[in-house]
């Protein structure tokens, strides 16, 4: 079955009792059963289902629908983007263990391995990706994992998955790779052979700018430990978030495939704008296109706080990957809390605004900028 094909029909089938054309909503924060001997099937492994903190119908579809377009075993579901990257690492690591990732990475995740890892006795060092020997040098007896992003938040960076894998094969590491920005419809990082994959599913799973929530993916044995870790923490899914995600997924194909489209035709118009010093976007990501996000680096801040003034429809939106084109200023949302000098030696400057492109007209969203830049 081809990946299309696939993204749309990817929900489990349905009892004979179902006939609901879509799958329910399940509701519920528990499940019932006849007696204590049906109970004792749930821990037995003859029942699916019985508190939604442990799994929900409406969660499950979603954690295995990303996992079959992901080409993974497996998939969880968790209530955010940071908890499915938590979950992935403690699958992985404990107090005393070390990770090495990429410094070129969202925000948010940044906060996450540099504030809170240590909190729970994991140490964490961050490199630059596109050097193997800082890699390799920043690899100590106690390091677990390598972690990056298939696409840099908000840079574009396209990790080298393979040389990564080689790298953690080589010191018996595991692998994991945040492809959010991407999503498995123009990169599959488990073909790579990375052993964890993570997404946001706030942003393109989701689609709809409704939802927050996670995806985790990986063999079985890795992903029974992400569960784990997701239940006894209470990082779950919700049953309505889990259904209004899948829904989203559904057209996973459709949107990404005219996103993308619009990106690069966005992109390559605004690289002829003297008020813009350079256009990040990235080329020869995959056969469907390169991404739907565009970073803009301005002559100078005083240009995009302008720019940013003039732009007519246009949301200026703390997120990306909705069917509405957005900007974004990294500088002061997502990479707020990392340090200025780390900021500024990524390249992430106080000039800088990243677009989430859209599924408008492509003219009407060129326009749009172009009025604003004139």
Known sequence: MRFQTKNVHFQHKMDSTEVSKTKPIFQTSAFSFENFDDMEGFFEGKKNYLYSRMGNPNTDDLGKGVAD????????????????????????????????????????????LARELPDLGISVSFVNFESREEIEEAITENTVLLYSESVTNPLLR????????????????????????????????????????????????GGHSDVTAGVVTGNFDLMTKAQGKVSNLGSNLGPMDGWLACRGLKTLSLRMQKQCDNAQELAKALKENDMIKSVHYPTA??????????????????????????????KIVPTLAGLETSITYPAGTSHRSMPKEMREKLGVTDSMIRISVGIEDAEDIIAVFKKALS
Do not use: C
């Open 285 to 314: 990501v995959s056969q469907h296109g390169n991404g739907a996000i565009v970073t803009v680096d301005f002559t100078d801040e005083l240009s995009v706080h302008e720019f940013s003034k003039r732009l007519e429809w246009i």
């Open 158 to 205: 396209v990790e080298d998955l393979t040389g990564m894998v080689k790298i953690a094969a080589s010191q018996n590491l595991k692998t994991m790779v945040d492809n959010t920005f991407a999503t498995p419809y123009l990169i599959r990082p488990h073909e790579a052979s990375v052993d964890i994959v993570v997404h946001s599913a706030t942003k393109y799973i």
């Open 69 to 112: 377009l992901e080409g993974a075993e497996a998939g969880v579901a968790t209530s955010s983007g940071l908890s499915a990257i938590l979950a992935g690492i403690l699958s992985v690591a404990k107090a005393g263990d070390h990770v090495v990732a990429t410094q070129d990475l969202y925000g948010g995740t940044y906060q996450l």
